[in-house]
């Protein structure tokens, strides 16, 4: 099993930035991928952004790419999501989520999931 908790939701106004943290325990080693998701209110959920733990690599989805940056820190099992530039259809409940197979935009492909953070951005 592997656990992640998200940190650093908030209310902000838009063109204003935000970080979002998302550590994670347990069977850290099974993780493969580590994406970023958000649901807003009546809507599906959609991919944001996803990491290959180990090499590295990124993709984010076309409605947030050149706004938002995931990153990593390996050594505290942690997992970034700096939102620049936010503006007020970015407001949505953001989850963290690990994937032991590979990176997808597709949320079934991931196994472990955070309890989610809410971000609101004021126009």
């Known amino acids: 099993q592997v656990q992640l908790v998200e940190s650093g939701g908030g209310l902000v106004q838009a063109g204003d930035s935000l970080r979002l943290s998302c550590v994670a325990s347990?069977?850290?080693?099974?993780?493969?991928?580590m994406g970023w998701f958000r649901q807003a209110p009546g809507k599906e959920r959609e991919f944001v952004a996803g990491l290959m733990w180990r090499g590295g690599s990124t993709y984010y989805a076309n409605s947030v790419k050149g706004r938002f940056t995931i990153s990593r820190d390996n050594a505290r099992n942690t997992v970034y999501l700096q939102m620049n530039s936010l503006k007020p259809e970015d407001t949505a409940v953001y989850y963290c989520a690990a994937s032991t197979i590979y990176l997808s935009t597709y949320g079934s492909q991931y196994a472990y999931w955070g309890q989610g953070t809410q971000v609101t951005v004021s126009s």
């Open positions: 347990g069977r850290t080693f099974s993780v493969y991928v």
